[in-house]
């Protein structure tokens, strides 16, 4: 054995940043974050560099100045002499209403068409493929537009449902289907004791979540006295009475009536206005992304061994139980992530809200706002930081429910 | 890593070098053409027409800038924008003028960091119903839907006029006349509201233009011109003395028909030899050629003739002049002396 010696000893040279493995990485990533600073502090520059040139400052005062605008559509209290920051928040509302609206269809749509495209049926599994190839890839800037524009143009207006002999007449006197979108009835609560509504629906939800945990509670305990006797308790009535009775006896309480939809004046009064702009970009969000969603279910099942399937069968369980208890829970691992990312595209698709006309934030405040206040930089910042936040909470969300499902490591 | 580096400092140094705009009479000269904001399509003010020629009122003040300083008014390249992106794109360079029925207002003058050069149309806002609604007033409105174009002055009017008057009404926002005028059409909405010449000129576009009726009230002064952007005065001076040139013409009689021969020599009016360059220098003084507002009046005669061509009585449009008649005629129209 030859003892190894170290090269005499050398001082360090420059090239040595280059070619010497050791620092190389280290000399790029220098390189690389300077340059990034230079950009960013170029970008920095030759933007006040502009704003001064322009002869503008930077400042968040406008939205505390009254917007001048109305909004058709405000789950708060607003009107033309509300701030700019207030016309922002109910724009901000407004993106969430269709957001999670859109979320929650797009979700239910996604699982059905996804689980039927497996089908073994020739016909439900190629409609299926109509479906999500032909949502998929058309834009959906279209699909909000058609959808949008069949609503207002194959509908009746309201005028048609006036006189002795209307055009058109309400479903079952309660629903009004017309091009300025759908009146349903409302539902309100006339006891003087109950005057807050907000307040009044937190109660009914209240009472209503205590309805589930007790009937969780039941169910667990039919399914201790199954396990202990053999005999599984009959508990269907007492779950239905369990949801009905308390929260009916509350609404009862609160004299809860419906406020049907009727013709006043040009429009219907009363009851609920779901717009045409809401129902076209709800559903347009909902069936685009479900596509999307439909194939990443589709993913997932595919991913799960088909052994699985076979051991389920084997035991004899039914395949609408093995596609439940056995494939699903297995697929989800699979399917969360990349739903994450449909969930956090839907958000941000609903920016083209403005094609249809429906004020969300990009439209109140980024749109109307900036334009009445020629504050574009301010205001488009808010609006990236505020769908950045968004975006980060729904992620934060779906992540968590992401570790409860995975595979635990024990 | 030594030409990243290089490759780096050059991309910011040339991007450096782009961000500060020249003068934008010097840019619109070494581009050859000006490129004008106008609308997305509002007959006989701003439309392309069967040729995908661009035609109107607003788009004869481009033809007439491009004249003036380019000599050719073909010379313009039209840049469509709706209510919501006018501003940016003209804060933005996109576009060297924006001519596209814009309200002067302080807070767009002052705020938005805008010139308005002067007044092309004196307008004012108005409400269009179907006449089957039988309505004859805008205070019978209560409880209507109204069509608005969105992110303009009459949105701002519009708040303001139904609550004043203590009635109710349901906004549905739109981007542009076209949306509006098929929305509207629809029956989506009860009401059209913008500046009563756009209402005229999107009722002369519909099938039937005599089953709608426009609403006697004139909610708003609504003085529409051409605008640029601030800190740029000489080239301000150019777009607003290309349109006082065309205000002037008519005043002074020079039409189309007989520029030719006022500017051929010297003529006994004064006031005309300057407009025209046949007398003293009045085009160097804003750095252009003597014969600048020859070529601006040429592209589409003076004030008078485009009116009459594109938006007067004759048209399917059919405006009267009204505040927009000469001075000399009981009008608000009045051109500074060339001098």
């Known amino acids: ?50 704003l001064q040139t322009l002869g503008k400052d930077f400042d968040f005062g406008f939205l505390t100045q009254p917007s001048g605008y109305d909004i058709n559509q405000r789950l708060i209290e607003y009107d033309s002499q509300s701030t700019h920051g207030r016309a922002a928040v109910v724009g ?14 797009a979700t239910v749509l996604g699982v ?66 017309t091009n300025r979108g759908v009146y349903i009835p409302a539902i309100h609560f006339a006891s003087p004791f109950f005057t807050n509504g907000l307040f009044n629906w937190l109660l009914i939800l209240a009472v209503l979540g205590a309805s589930i945990f007790a009937i969780s509670r039941l169910r667990h305990w039919a399914t201790e006295k199954q396990e202990a006797t ?14 009905i009775v308390p929260t009916g006896l509350l609404m009862l309480l609160m004299g809860a009536f419906l406020d049907m939809p009727s013709l006043q004046g040009f429009n219907f009064g009363g009851g609920v206005h779901l717009r045409n702009s809401l129902i076209a970009l709800w559903l347009a969000l909902s069936l685009y992304t479900g596509a999307f969603i439909a194939e990443i279910v589709r993913g997932g099942i595919l991913a799960v061994n088909k052994g699985q399937t076979e051991a389920a069968y084997a035991l004899g369980i039914r395949p609408s139980t093995t596609m439940n208890l ?19 595209n839907l958000t941000k698709n609903s920016s083209l809200a403005i094609a249809v006309g429906y004020m969300d934030v990009r439209s109140t405040l980024g749109g109307i706002t900036i334009n009445q206040t020629g504050r574009e930089l301010e205001g488009m910042l808010l609006l990236g930081l505020f769908y950045l936040v968004l975006s980060l909470l729904i992620s934060g969300v779906m992540n968590v429910y992401n570790a409860s499902v995975k595979l635990k490591e024990r | 890593m030594k030409n990243t580096v290089i490759l780096g400092a050059l991309t910011v140094a040339g991007l450096a070098a782009g961000a500060a705009s020249a003068a934008t009479l010097d840019d619109v000269k070494a581009r050859g053409n000006l490129n004008c904001g106008v609308s997305t399509g509002l007959t006989g003010f701003s439309a392309p027409d069967a040729n995908g020629v661009w035609q109107g009122f607003d788009v004869a003040v481009c033809r007439a800038v491009a004249a003036a300083v380019l000599g050719d008014p073909m010379a313009v390249e039209f840049v469509s924008t709706t209510g919501q992106t006018r501003f940016t794109a003209l804060a933005s360079g996109e576009i060297d003028m924006l001519a596209r029925n814009t309200t002067w207002t302080f807070s767009r003058d002052n705020d938005l960091k805008f010139e308005f050069v002067g007044v092309n149309y004196y307008d004012g806002q108005g409400f269009m119903v179907p006449k089957e609604l039988g309505v ?71 099938e039937a233009p005599g089953d709608h009726v426009i609403l006697p009230e004139i909610i708003s002064k609504e003085p529409l011109g051409p605008l640029v952007r601030h800190g740029d005065s000489e080239w301000g001076d150019i777009v607003r003395w290309s349109l006082n040139a065309l205000i002037a013409a008519e005043e002074y009689g020079v039409t189309s028909a007989n520029i030719e021969e006022l500017s051929s020599a010297a003529t006994d009016n004064p006031e005309i030899n300057r407009l025209l360059g046949t007398e003293g220098e ?17 592209a589409n005669g ?17 405006l009267s002049r009204g505040l927009n008649a000469q001075w000399t005629e009981g009008g608000l129209m009045y051109s500074p002396p060339f001098r």
């Not at chain 1, 509302?93 to 979320?103: M, P, R, S, Y």
């Not at chain 1, 959808?147 to 207006?157: D, G, N, W």
């Not at chain 2, 109710?168 to 542009?176: D, K, L, M, R």
Request: proline letters at 5%; glycine letters at 6%; one cysteine or more.
């Open chain 1, 1 to 50: 054995m030859t003892t190894m010696t170290d090269p005499p000893g050398q001082g360090f040279r420059l090239s040595q940043l280059i070619y010497d493995t050791r620092y190389r990485s280290l000399t790029i990533q220098v390189v690389a974050m300077i340059v990034l600073m230079l950009l960013f502090s170029w970008l920095v520059s030759n933007t006040i560099h502009n």
């Open chain 1, 92 to 105: 901000i509302l407004n993106t969430l209403l269709v957001a999670v609206l859109g979320c929650a269809l």
């Open chain 1, 112 to 177: 059905i068409a996804g689980v039927l495209r497996l089908s073994n049926n020739w016909l439900v599994s190629r409609l299926m493929a109509v479906y999500v190839e032909g949502f998929r890839n058309v834009p959906l800037l279209l699909w909000i537009v058609l959808i949008f524009a069949l609503m207002t143009e194959s509908t009746p207006a309201p005028r048609a449902f006036r006189g002795d002999t209307p055009d058109a007449s309400m479903l079952f006197d309660a629903v009004a289907i």
């Open chain 1, 230 to 243: 053999g005999d599984r308790p009959t508990t269907w009535y007492l779950i239905l009475g369990l949801l």
């Open chain 1, 326 to 344: 056995v494939i699903l829970p297995q697929a989800l691992r699979v399917i969360i992530p990349p739903l994450i990312s449909q969930f956090l």
């Open chain 2, 136 to 206: 004859s007033s805008a205070k019978e409105l209560d409880g209507a839907t109204v069509c608005i174009q969105t992110g303009t002055t009459t949105e701002l009017n519009l708040a303001d006029f139904f609550r004043v008057n203590n009635i109710s009404y349901e906004p549905v926002p739109i981007e542009t006349n076209a949306e509006a005028q098929q929305q509207y059409l629809a029956g989506a909405c009860d009401v059209y509201t913008t500046d009563a010449s756009g209402l005229a000129a999107t009722r002369a576009s519909f």
């Open chain 2, 282 to 298: 009045l085009g160097a003084m804003i750095g252009l050629e003597a014969d600048w507002a020859k070529k601006a009046i040429m």
């Open chain 2, 302 to 318: 003076n004030y008078g003739e485009i009116f009459e061509k594109t938006i007067g009585e004759n048209t399917p449009i059919g």
